[in-house]
């Protein structure tokens, strides 16, 4: 059974909505899925640990949220090669 992390930066709350709905498809595939918002996210440690990492992010004047754009240099240091 694989561990999944999604991550959702949100303004409104409509992201973190499909995160929910992404890790209940995950979670009947019969795999793990936690889902946090993105101000839990505070080094590259806390994307360590999972087989599949999702980030989703609400786009505004077409630019997604600046604190997913940190995560994602985060996500640099976080060695996630080989992983979904």
Do not use: W
């Not at 973190?16 to 979670?27: D, N, P, S, V």
């Not at 839990?40 to 440690?45: G, L, S």
């Amino acid at each position: 059974m694989g561990k999944a992390l999604i991550v959702c930066a949100t303004r409104a709350g409509e992201t973190l909505k499909i995160g929910e709905l992404i890790a209940e498809g995950i979670r009947i595939a019969g795999h793990e899925a936690k889902v946090v918002k993105i101000a839990e996210i505070k080094n590259e440690t806390d994307l360590t640990g999972y087989d599949a990492l999702v980030l989703g992010s609400a786009t505004y004047h077409g630019e997604m949220i600046q604190s997913m754009k940190t995560v994602l240099f985060l996500a640099e240091k976080a060695e996630l090669e080989g992983k979904i």
